[in-house]
Protein backbone atom coordinates (compact mmCIF):
# COMPACT_ATOMS: atom_id res chain seq x y z
CA UNK A 1 0.00 0.00 0.00
CA UNK A 2 1.35 3.31 -0.75
CA UNK A 3 0.55 5.10 2.67
CA UNK A 4 1.58 8.98 1.56
CA UNK A 5 -0.19 8.85 -1.50
CA UNK A 6 -3.47 7.22 0.46
CA UNK A 7 -2.76 9.89 3.18
CA UNK A 8 -2.36 12.91 1.42
CA UNK A 9 -3.89 12.13 -1.99
CA UNK A 10 -7.47 10.22 -1.66
CA UNK A 11 -8.21 10.77 1.57
CA UNK A 12 -9.07 9.06 4.70
CA UNK A 13 -12.81 8.32 5.84
CA UNK A 14 -12.53 9.79 9.80
CA UNK A 15 -14.61 10.13 12.76
CA UNK A 16 -18.39 10.30 13.64
CA UNK A 17 -20.03 11.77 11.12
CA UNK A 18 -18.94 9.99 8.01
CA UNK A 19 -16.79 12.99 6.70
CA UNK A 20 -14.13 12.08 4.54
CA UNK A 21 -10.51 14.34 5.59
CA UNK A 22 -7.81 14.62 2.96
CA UNK A 23 -4.49 15.01 4.76
CA UNK A 24 -4.51 18.86 5.71
CA UNK A 25 -1.51 20.53 4.33
CA UNK A 26 1.53 21.31 6.96
CA UNK A 27 3.30 24.74 7.63
CA UNK A 28 6.84 24.65 7.39
CA UNK A 29 7.21 25.54 10.90
CA UNK A 30 4.70 22.74 12.41
CA UNK A 31 6.09 20.89 15.60
CA UNK A 32 8.01 18.03 16.11
CA UNK A 33 6.87 15.52 18.31
CA UNK A 34 8.24 11.88 20.06
CA UNK A 35 5.47 10.02 21.30
CA UNK A 36 5.44 6.36 22.76
CA UNK A 37 2.76 3.71 22.34
CA UNK A 38 2.06 0.97 24.94
CA UNK A 39 0.29 -1.66 23.54
CA UNK A 40 -1.56 -5.09 25.02
CA UNK A 41 -0.70 -7.01 22.05
CA UNK A 42 2.57 -9.44 21.30
CA UNK A 43 4.12 -9.47 18.30
CA UNK A 44 2.80 -13.14 18.07
CA UNK A 45 -0.93 -11.05 17.67
CA UNK A 46 0.66 -9.48 14.14
CA UNK A 47 -2.98 -8.55 13.14
CA UNK A 48 -3.30 -6.47 16.21
CA UNK A 49 -0.21 -5.76 17.24
CA UNK A 50 0.72 -4.65 13.84
CA UNK A 51 -2.47 -2.62 13.55
CA UNK A 52 -0.13 -0.45 16.07
CA UNK A 53 2.66 -0.35 13.07
CA UNK A 54 0.52 1.03 10.32
CA UNK A 55 -1.21 3.34 12.53
CA UNK A 56 2.00 5.03 13.27
CA UNK A 57 3.40 4.96 10.02
CA UNK A 58 0.39 6.46 8.56
CA UNK A 59 0.92 9.57 10.59
CA UNK A 60 4.77 9.68 10.02
CA UNK A 61 3.61 10.04 6.44
CA UNK A 62 0.91 12.38 7.04
CA UNK A 63 2.99 14.97 9.22
CA UNK A 64 6.77 14.70 7.20
CA UNK A 65 8.17 12.72 9.77
CA UNK A 66 7.22 15.19 12.63
CA UNK A 67 4.83 13.19 14.49
CA UNK A 68 6.53 9.87 15.33
CA UNK A 69 5.07 7.03 17.55
CA UNK A 70 7.08 4.80 18.77
CA UNK A 71 4.65 1.25 19.79
CA UNK A 72 6.13 -0.92 21.87
CA UNK A 73 4.61 -4.73 22.17
CA UNK A 74 2.98 -6.19 25.59
CA UNK A 75 5.59 -6.46 28.73
CA UNK A 76 8.11 -4.68 26.74
CA UNK A 77 6.67 -0.78 28.63
CA UNK A 78 3.68 -2.05 30.02
CA UNK A 79 1.37 -5.45 30.80
CA UNK A 80 -1.12 -6.04 29.13
CA UNK A 81 -3.33 -5.52 32.13
CA UNK A 82 -1.22 -2.21 32.48
CA UNK A 83 -1.62 -0.47 29.26
CA UNK A 84 -4.36 1.85 30.56
CA UNK A 85 -2.76 2.84 33.86
CA UNK A 86 0.25 3.53 32.11
CA UNK A 87 -1.24 6.14 29.71
CA UNK A 88 -3.73 7.65 32.59
CA UNK A 89 0.03 8.06 34.27
CA UNK A 90 1.96 9.72 31.24
CA UNK A 91 4.35 6.70 31.10
CA UNK A 92 3.07 6.40 27.59
CA UNK A 93 1.19 9.21 25.45
CA UNK A 94 -0.80 6.29 23.51
CA UNK A 95 -1.95 2.78 24.38
CA UNK A 96 -3.59 0.16 22.33
CA UNK A 97 -5.68 -2.44 24.41
CA UNK A 98 -9.17 -4.05 24.74
CA UNK A 99 -10.98 -2.54 26.50
CA UNK A 100 -13.19 -5.10 28.21
CA UNK A 101 -9.29 -5.86 30.12
CA UNK A 102 -10.14 -3.58 32.67
CA UNK A 103 -13.68 -4.83 34.13
CA UNK A 104 -12.02 -4.18 37.16
CA UNK A 105 -11.71 -0.83 37.29
CA UNK A 106 -15.25 -0.09 35.40
CA UNK A 107 -17.56 -2.67 33.91
CA UNK A 108 -18.73 -0.49 31.43
CA UNK A 109 -15.28 -0.36 29.82
CA UNK A 110 -16.39 -3.59 28.49
CA UNK A 111 -18.95 -1.79 26.30
CA UNK A 112 -16.11 -0.42 24.56
CA UNK A 113 -14.66 -3.91 23.23
CA UNK A 114 -16.85 -6.34 23.79
CA UNK A 115 -20.11 -7.81 25.89
CA UNK A 116 -22.26 -10.92 25.78
CA UNK A 117 -24.76 -10.73 23.21
CA UNK A 118 -23.47 -7.52 22.04
CA UNK A 119 -23.10 -6.37 18.57
CA UNK A 120 -21.75 -7.70 15.47
CA UNK A 121 -18.68 -5.50 14.03
CA UNK A 122 -20.81 -3.62 11.85
CA UNK A 123 -23.26 -2.74 14.22
CA UNK A 124 -20.49 -1.92 16.55
CA UNK A 125 -19.40 0.84 14.04
CA UNK A 126 -23.03 2.11 12.91
CA UNK A 127 -23.34 2.43 17.37
CA UNK A 128 -20.03 3.93 17.58
CA UNK A 129 -19.69 6.46 14.62
CA UNK A 130 -23.34 6.89 13.79
CA UNK A 131 -24.84 6.22 17.46
CA UNK A 132 -23.95 7.84 20.72
CA UNK A 133 -21.42 5.06 21.37
CA UNK A 134 -18.41 7.07 20.85
CA UNK A 135 -19.74 9.96 22.99
CA UNK A 136 -21.03 7.75 25.47
CA UNK A 137 -17.46 6.10 25.91
CA UNK A 138 -15.53 9.40 25.40
CA UNK A 139 -17.53 10.09 28.86
CA UNK A 140 -16.36 7.27 30.50
CA UNK A 141 -12.71 7.61 29.53
CA UNK A 142 -12.82 11.57 30.38
CA UNK A 143 -12.76 10.14 33.76
CA UNK A 144 -9.56 8.48 33.18
CA UNK A 145 -8.42 11.17 31.61
CA UNK A 146 -7.97 9.56 28.47
CA UNK A 147 -9.37 10.41 24.93
CA UNK A 148 -10.61 6.76 23.06
CA UNK A 149 -10.62 6.44 19.33
CA UNK A 150 -11.63 2.80 18.00
CA UNK A 151 -8.50 1.27 16.31
CA UNK A 152 -9.34 -2.75 14.83
CA UNK A 153 -12.42 -4.90 15.48
CA UNK A 154 -11.66 -8.82 15.13
CA UNK A 155 -15.19 -9.76 13.64
CA UNK A 156 -16.61 -12.92 14.86
CA UNK A 157 -15.09 -15.14 17.21
CA UNK A 158 -14.93 -18.65 18.03
CA UNK A 159 -16.48 -20.15 21.39
CA UNK A 160 -13.63 -22.51 22.01
CA UNK A 161 -11.82 -26.02 22.62
CA UNK A 162 -13.43 -28.83 23.98
CA UNK A 163 -12.73 -31.66 24.66
CA UNK A 164 -15.85 -33.69 24.89
CA UNK A 165 -19.03 -32.64 22.78
CA UNK A 166 -21.37 -30.09 24.30
CA UNK A 167 -25.40 -31.59 23.34
CA UNK A 168 -27.04 -29.72 26.07
CA UNK A 169 -26.16 -27.11 29.11
CA UNK A 170 -25.89 -29.93 31.27
CA UNK A 171 -22.24 -30.66 30.00
CA UNK A 172 -21.32 -27.59 31.62
CA UNK A 173 -21.85 -28.84 34.93
CA UNK A 174 -18.87 -28.45 36.53
CA UNK A 175 -16.80 -27.84 33.34
CA UNK A 176 -13.44 -27.11 33.90
CA UNK A 177 -12.64 -24.15 31.51
CA UNK A 178 -10.24 -21.45 31.27
CA UNK A 179 -11.78 -18.05 32.11
CA UNK A 180 -12.04 -15.43 34.11
CA UNK A 181 -13.42 -11.77 34.61
CA UNK A 182 -17.04 -11.43 33.41
CA UNK A 183 -16.76 -14.25 31.04
CA UNK A 184 -15.92 -16.57 33.99
CA UNK A 185 -18.86 -15.32 36.51
CA UNK A 186 -21.14 -15.70 33.59
CA UNK A 187 -20.19 -19.15 32.86
CA UNK A 188 -19.89 -19.88 36.67
CA UNK A 189 -23.60 -19.01 36.69
CA UNK A 190 -24.30 -21.86 34.01
CA UNK A 191 -22.95 -24.12 36.28
CA UNK A 192 -19.25 -24.31 35.13
CA UNK A 193 -16.01 -24.08 37.24
CA UNK A 194 -14.16 -21.19 35.80
CA UNK A 195 -10.18 -22.24 35.82
CA UNK A 196 -7.52 -19.07 36.26
CA UNK A 197 -5.19 -19.17 33.41
CA UNK A 198 -2.45 -22.34 33.13
CA UNK A 199 0.81 -21.91 32.18
CA UNK A 200 0.80 -24.35 29.96
CA UNK A 201 -3.17 -24.83 28.62
CA UNK A 202 -2.08 -27.93 26.28
CA UNK A 203 -0.71 -29.89 29.19
CA UNK A 204 -3.29 -28.82 31.58
CA UNK A 205 -5.72 -30.71 29.09
CA UNK A 206 -3.59 -33.73 28.53
CA UNK A 207 -3.92 -33.77 32.36
CA UNK A 208 -7.48 -33.32 33.27
CA UNK A 209 -6.65 -30.18 34.97
CA UNK A 210 -8.95 -28.41 31.98
CA UNK A 211 -11.76 -29.62 29.76
CA UNK A 212 -11.67 -26.66 27.33
CA UNK A 213 -9.95 -23.33 26.83
CA UNK A 214 -11.10 -20.58 24.83
CA UNK A 215 -8.04 -20.29 22.92
CA UNK A 216 -6.99 -17.02 20.16
CA UNK A 217 -10.41 -16.46 19.74
CA UNK A 218 -10.35 -16.52 15.50
CA UNK A 219 -9.48 -19.59 13.61
CA UNK A 220 -6.17 -17.41 12.42
CA UNK A 221 -5.23 -16.35 15.80
CA UNK A 222 -5.49 -20.01 16.67
CA UNK A 223 -4.12 -21.53 14.19
CA UNK A 224 -1.26 -19.49 14.11
CA UNK A 225 -0.51 -20.82 17.67
CA UNK A 226 -1.70 -24.21 17.23
CA UNK A 227 -4.50 -25.88 18.16
CA UNK A 228 -5.00 -27.90 21.63
CA UNK A 229 -4.11 -31.64 20.68
CA UNK A 230 -6.65 -33.49 23.03
CA UNK A 231 -9.58 -30.75 22.51
CA UNK A 232 -10.68 -31.04 19.21
CA UNK A 233 -14.09 -29.91 19.62
CA UNK A 234 -14.13 -26.24 18.01
CA UNK A 235 -17.35 -25.02 19.31
CA UNK A 236 -19.53 -21.19 17.64
CA UNK A 237 -20.64 -18.38 18.68
CA UNK A 238 -18.62 -16.92 20.96
CA UNK A 239 -21.87 -15.35 22.53
CA UNK A 240 -19.54 -13.38 25.05
CA UNK A 241 -18.48 -11.60 22.41
CA UNK A 242 -20.10 -10.98 18.80
CA UNK A 243 -17.03 -9.13 17.73
CA UNK A 244 -14.10 -7.21 19.71
CA UNK A 245 -12.83 -4.03 19.42
CA UNK A 246 -9.96 -2.29 20.09
CA UNK A 247 -8.93 0.67 21.11
CA UNK A 248 -6.14 3.80 21.26
CA UNK A 249 -5.97 5.46 23.98
CA UNK A 250 -4.80 8.88 24.42
CA UNK A 251 -3.51 10.55 27.61
CA UNK A 252 -6.05 13.93 27.66
CA UNK A 253 -3.21 16.11 28.38
CA UNK A 254 -1.06 15.08 25.51
CA UNK A 255 -3.91 14.81 22.93
CA UNK A 256 -4.51 18.87 24.29
CA UNK A 257 -1.14 19.62 23.07
CA UNK A 258 -1.10 18.62 19.67
CA UNK A 259 -2.21 20.80 16.90
CA UNK A 260 -5.76 20.87 15.28
CA UNK A 261 -3.71 19.40 11.95
CA UNK A 262 -2.24 16.28 13.83
CA UNK A 263 -5.53 15.79 16.33
CA UNK A 264 -7.01 15.57 12.63
CA UNK A 265 -4.39 13.27 11.10
CA UNK A 266 -4.84 10.80 14.02
CA UNK A 267 -8.36 10.68 13.66
CA UNK A 268 -8.28 9.94 10.17
CA UNK A 269 -5.12 7.66 10.39
CA UNK A 270 -7.22 5.67 13.61
CA UNK A 271 -10.15 4.90 11.43
CA UNK A 272 -7.87 3.80 8.26
CA UNK A 273 -6.66 1.45 10.08
CA UNK A 274 -9.87 0.58 12.26
CA UNK A 275 -11.40 -0.70 9.03
CA UNK A 276 -8.11 -2.65 8.12
CA UNK A 277 -8.29 -5.28 10.99
CA UNK A 278 -11.47 -6.51 10.16
CA UNK A 279 -10.76 -6.67 6.68
CA UNK A 280 -7.62 -8.94 7.75
CA UNK A 281 -9.14 -10.93 10.04
CA UNK A 282 -11.84 -11.85 7.92
CA UNK A 283 -9.50 -12.83 4.88
CA UNK A 284 -7.15 -14.65 7.59
CA UNK A 285 -9.69 -16.32 9.15
CA UNK A 286 -11.80 -18.09 5.82
CA UNK A 287 -8.70 -19.43 5.18
CA UNK A 288 -7.45 -20.92 8.65
CA UNK A 289 -10.90 -22.24 9.62
CA UNK A 290 -10.56 -24.60 6.36
CA UNK A 291 -6.68 -25.60 7.46
CA UNK A 292 -7.61 -26.09 11.25
CA UNK A 293 -10.66 -28.40 9.69
CA UNK A 294 -8.33 -30.54 7.38
CA UNK A 295 -6.18 -30.88 10.36
CA UNK A 296 -8.61 -32.36 12.99
CA UNK A 297 -10.98 -29.78 14.40
CA UNK A 298 -14.49 -30.91 14.67
CA UNK A 299 -16.94 -27.77 14.37
CA UNK A 300 -19.75 -28.02 16.41
CA UNK A 301 -22.35 -24.92 17.09
CA UNK A 302 -23.49 -24.30 21.08
CA UNK A 303 -26.86 -26.24 21.79
CA UNK A 304 -30.04 -23.81 22.04
CA UNK A 305 -30.07 -24.59 25.64
CA UNK A 306 -26.50 -23.25 26.13
CA UNK A 307 -27.00 -19.86 24.41
CA UNK A 308 -30.44 -19.72 26.73
CA UNK A 309 -28.46 -20.06 29.89
CA UNK A 310 -25.62 -18.23 28.58
CA UNK A 311 -28.73 -15.28 27.99
CA UNK A 312 -30.17 -15.39 31.42
CA UNK A 313 -26.69 -15.03 33.17
CA UNK A 314 -26.02 -12.02 30.97
CA UNK A 315 -29.38 -10.27 31.44
CA UNK A 316 -29.01 -10.99 35.45
CA UNK A 317 -25.68 -9.45 34.58
CA UNK A 318 -26.76 -6.40 33.24
CA UNK A 319 -29.71 -5.71 35.45
CA UNK A 320 -27.44 -5.92 38.39
CA UNK A 321 -25.02 -3.83 37.31
CA UNK A 322 -27.13 -0.95 35.89
CA UNK A 323 -28.93 -0.96 39.39
CA UNK A 324 -25.71 0.08 40.81
CA UNK A 325 -24.14 2.41 38.08
CA UNK A 326 -26.30 4.88 36.30
CA UNK A 327 -23.19 5.79 34.05
CA UNK A 328 -23.31 1.65 33.27
CA UNK A 329 -27.15 2.01 32.56
CA UNK A 330 -26.94 5.08 30.51
CA UNK A 331 -24.57 3.02 28.26
CA UNK A 332 -25.90 0.02 28.45
CA UNK A 333 -29.92 1.05 27.48
CA UNK A 334 -28.39 3.08 24.27
CA UNK A 335 -26.00 -0.33 23.60
CA UNK A 336 -28.99 -2.90 23.53
CA UNK A 337 -31.67 -0.21 22.12
CA UNK A 338 -29.32 0.34 19.19
CA UNK A 339 -28.98 -3.76 19.13
CA UNK A 340 -32.60 -4.28 18.77
CA UNK A 341 -32.64 -1.77 15.52
CA UNK A 342 -29.36 -2.88 14.01
CA UNK A 343 -31.10 -6.59 14.24
CA UNK A 344 -33.69 -6.10 12.61
CA UNK A 345 -32.28 -4.44 10.11
CA UNK A 346 -29.39 -6.93 9.24
CA UNK A 347 -32.13 -9.76 9.73
CA UNK A 348 -33.96 -8.25 6.39
CA UNK A 349 -30.97 -6.58 4.54
CA UNK A 350 -28.07 -9.53 5.24
CA UNK A 351 -29.97 -12.17 6.93
CA UNK A 352 -32.11 -14.26 4.39
CA UNK A 353 -29.34 -14.05 1.90
CA UNK A 354 -26.82 -15.06 3.96
CA UNK A 355 -28.76 -18.06 4.85
CA UNK A 356 -29.58 -19.09 1.41
CA UNK A 357 -25.81 -18.71 0.72
CA UNK A 358 -24.54 -20.93 3.64
CA UNK A 359 -26.68 -23.69 3.03
CA UNK A 360 -26.19 -23.24 -0.73
CA UNK A 361 -22.21 -23.88 -0.60
CA UNK A 362 -21.09 -26.50 0.86
CA UNK A 363 -17.98 -26.10 3.28
CA UNK A 364 -15.04 -28.37 2.28
CA UNK A 365 -11.82 -28.14 3.93
CA UNK A 366 -8.84 -27.39 1.61
Request: net charge neutral; glycine share 10%; hydrophobic share 45%.
Amino acid sequence: MQRRSFLKGAGLGAAAGGAVLAAPTLAADSPSFKWRLASAFTEQQNVLYGAAGVFVQYVSDATDGRFVIQPAPAGENAPASGVLETVQKGQAEMGHAVSSLYESVNPAFCFDAAVPFGLTTRQMNAWMFEGDGLSLTRDLFRDHGIVNFPLGNTGARMGGWYKNEIRSIEAFKGLKIQAQGLLGTLLAAMGAAPQAPAADAQAALAAGALDAVLGAGTPYDDDKQGAPKSANFYYYPSWWAGSTQASLYIGAKAWGSLPKTYQTIVKAASCAVHLDVTARYDARNAVALRRLVAGGAQLRAFPRSVLDAAWDAAAAWYADRSGKDPKFKAIHDSYMASRGDLVSWFKVGEGAYEQYLSSTLVFKPS
